[in-house]
T-cell receptor, first 112, second 114 residues
Framework: SQELEQSPQSLIVQEGKNLTINCTSS?????LYWYKQKYGEGLIFLMM?????EEKSHEKITAKLDEKKQQSSLHITASQPSHAGIYLC????????????FGTGTRLQVTL | DTEVTQTPKHLVMGMTNKKSLKCEQH?????MYWYKQKAKKPPELMFV???????INESVPSRFSPECPNSSLLNLHLHALQPEDSALYLC?????????????FGPGTRLTVT
C-alpha cells in the first residue's frame, strides 16, 4: 500500500481559477515537501513544512500542514498556464533519515 | 545558486555496454542522492551519500554501482542493464543528510536500454 496518497490524480482548471491538492500520509510525518515536475524533467523544490499548523507561501502557492490528520494541502490562487505540471509531495519519517518517499503525484493542466 | 547538473541528458545503451551517469553540484552540499523514475510514477530512492560515504542503498541490483569521488561529484556506473532499467535517473543534493533537509534535483538522464 502507498504510504503517501495524493488527490486528485489529475486536475484540469481554467486559467484564473483556484485549486487545491491534498497529500495524506498513513504514518506520522517528520518533514513534508512539495515539488513540481515538468514532464520528463527534474523536480523543482517548492516548500518544506515541518510543524503542525505550519503554513508557507511562495508567489501564488500556499502549503499547509495538518499534524492531526497527517495531511498537507497545496493551494494555488488564480492559476496560470505556468502552473501546469506534476505536483509531488514527499515525506520523511522518523528513523528513515534522508529517505524521501514521494506521493503518487497530481497532474495539473491549466486551460486558457 | 541551487543548480544540480547531470550528463548526459539522454543515453541509449545495449545490455552488454558499460556506461556512466554524472552529477555535479557546487552548493557545498554534503549529501547526494540517486533516484530512479519510471514513466508516470514518482521517483524512488536508490542511493544516498553523506560526506562522500554511501549511507543508504535501497537494495539496488549490483549492475548499478554508485561512486562519490568528491563532495561535488556523484557518478552512477551502469553495466549489464536490462530493458526494464530504462527510466529517468535523477540526481539530488542537500546541505546535509537527514529528515529536515530539502533536496535539490538535477534535470535527469533519460536512459533507454535496448
Amino acid at each position: 500500500s502507498q504510504e503517501l496518497e495524493q488527490s486528485p490524480q489529475s486536475l484540469i482548471v481554467q486559467e484564473g481559477k483556484n485549486l487545491t491538492i491534498n497529500c495524506t500520509s498513513s504514518k506520522t510525518l517528520y518533514g513534508l515537501y512539495w515539488y513540481k515536475q515538468k514532464y520528463g524533467e527534474g523536480l523543482i523544490f517548492l516548500m518544506m513544512l515541518q510543524k503542525g499548523g505550519e503554513e508557507k507561501s511562495h508567489e501564488k502557492i500556499t502549503a499547509k500542514l495538518d499534524e492531526k490528520k497527517q495531511q498537507s494541502s497545496l493551494h494555488i490562487t488564480a492559476s496560470q498556464p505556468s502552473h501546469a505540471g506534476i505536483y509531488l509531495c514527499g515525506a520523511t519519517y522518523t528513523g528513515t533519515a534522508s529517505k524521501l518517499t514521494f506521493g503518487t503525484g497530481t497532474r495539473l493542466q491549466v486551460t486558457l | 545558486d541551487t543548480e544540480v547538473t547531470q550528463t548526459p541528458k539522454h543515453l541509449v545503451m545495449g545490455m552488454t555496454n558499460k556506461k556512466s551517469l554524472k552529477c555535479e553540484q557546487h552548493m557545498g552540499h554534503r549529501a547526494m542522492y540517486w533516484y530512479k523514475q519510471k514513466a508516470k510514477k514518482p521517483p524512488e530512492l536508490m542511493f544516498v551519500y553523506s560526506y562522500e560515504k554511501l549511507s543508504i542503498n535501497e537494495s539496488v541490483p549490483s549492475r548499478f554501482s554508485p561512486e562519490c569521488p568528491n563532495s561535488s561529484l556523484l557518478n552512477l556506473h551502469l553495466h549489464a542493464l536490462q530493458p526494464e532499467d530504462s527510466a529517468l535517473y535523477l540526481c539530488a543534493s542537500s546541505q546535509l543528510a537527514g529528515e529536515w533537509n530539502e533536496q535539490y534535483f538535477g534535470p535527469g538522464t533519460r536512459l533507454t536500454v535496448t
